[in-house]
């Protein structure tokens, strides 16, 4: 059984810069992909961006191109989200999530997706 644990959220200002952390462990850790996906109150988990694990490719969202960055240390097990420029609407609990078999890139950015979740780490970017 794969655990997955989230690190590194907290409290920015706008304009600020927070990076999170996601280790996992358990078991033979074996993935295709890794995503992280976020969670403000009274909305749908969203996708935020995810990378392929032997490749390193990665896909963002519009909301996150060009201001957040997506890598992974395959020594460690850990991915990572370094956010930049942060926006209060980017506030949200941050969840890190794996998937080990292939599937289409295209379905890399559904929740559905996902077999290991993290417990989610709070971001909060205040105006």
């Known amino acids: 059984q794969v655990q997955l644990v989230e690190s590194g959220g907290g409290l920015v200002q706008a304009g600020g810069s927070l990076n999170l952390s996601c280790a996992a462990s358990?078991?033979?850790?074996?993935?295709?992909?890794m995503a992280w996906f976020r969670q403000a109150p009274g909305e749908e988990r969203e996708f935020v961006d995810a990378?392929?694990?032997?490749?390193?490719?990665?896909y963002y969202s519009d909301s996150a191109k060009g201001r957040f960055t997506i890598s992974r240390d395959n020594a460690k097990n850990t991915v990572y989200l370094q956010m930049r420029s942060l926006k209060p609407e980017d506030s949200a609990v941050y969840y890190c999530?794996?998937?080990?078999?292939?599937?289409?890139?295209?379905?890399?950015?559904?929740?559905?997706?996902?077999?290991?979740w993290g417990q989610g780490t709070q971001v909060t970017v205040s105006s």
């Open positions: 999530a794996s998937r080990r078999t292939y599937i289409d890139r295209y379905a890399l950015q559904l929740k559905q997706a996902y077999t290991y």
């Open positions: 358990g078991g033979t850790f074996s993935t295709y992909a």
């Open positions: 990378i392929l694990w032997s490749e390193g490719t990665s």
